[in-house]
């Protein structure tokens, strides 16, 4: 007989455990926002007043935790309801979409940022290394794979990723001097360039 092992949230009280490991998701949301740095579960748990020893059984690291309160965990388009059909359109409004997000969490974006460039980071299960925006993209320029097919297509979402996000927005606000708006702007002008671009060139 295989004996299934079952993790410390889905045994018991499932519903106020839910409601726990929100508080600390919560908390150490609140503590990126408000501290611009990466939150201990120690510090979690006392922000949301929660024991550490209960906190630990919901996060055993300080990875676990980060990977729970990122932003983009939750997100699974970036496309409006009504998206339409045209490439360009979809392509811009998932980048200006994307762009919102990270704008409104933008401390915590910066944190992960950080984190993924420290030396110890390699092999790490950041968000930022998981490639959640080039999905998003995928999906916009969905009405191009029966003609281009899904290479090629995946092949743009990787560049239009490469122009923006957080890392380009550090870039054009903090160095280029850019404002906010004209930094998405920018960046929703390049996605589509590459699109054209790659058109014209055949490569798509």
Not at 6 to 28: D, H, N, P
Not at 165 to 183: F, P, Y
């Amino acid at each position: 007989m295989t004996v299934m092992s079952t993790s410390y949230e889905e045994t018991g009280r499932i519903r106020q455990k839910a409601r726990t490991r929100e508080a600390l998701v919560a908390a150490a949301r609140e503590l990126v926002a408000t501290g611009g740095r990466a939150p201990t579960v120690a510090e979690a748990a006392e922000a949301a007043d929660v024991s550490r020893t209960t906190a630990y059984r919901y996060f055993p690291t300080q990875r676990s935790l980060l990977l729970a309160a990122h932003p983009e965990v939750a997100a699974t388009s970036m496309l409006p309801a009504e998206a339409g059909s045209d490439p360009e359109v979809r392509l811009e409004a998932a980048v200006r979409g994307f762009m919102a997000m990270v704008g409104e969490t933008e401390a915590q974006q910066r944190t992960m940022l950080r984190l993924s460039l420290e030396g110890d980071a390699s092999g790490r299960e950041l968000p930022l290394r998981q490639g959640r925006a080039i999905a998003w993209f995928v999906e916009a320029l969905e009405p191009l794979v029966e003609k281009l097919g899904e290479d090629s297509v995946r092949r743009l979402a990787v560049a239009v990723r490469a122009v923006c996000g957080i890392e380009a927005l550090v870039w054009l606000t903090d160095v280029a001097g850019l404002s906010k708006d004209d930094a998405i702007d920018q960046m929703a002008w390049s996605a589509v360039a590459l699109l054209r671009r790659a058109a014209q060139e055949g490569r798509l």
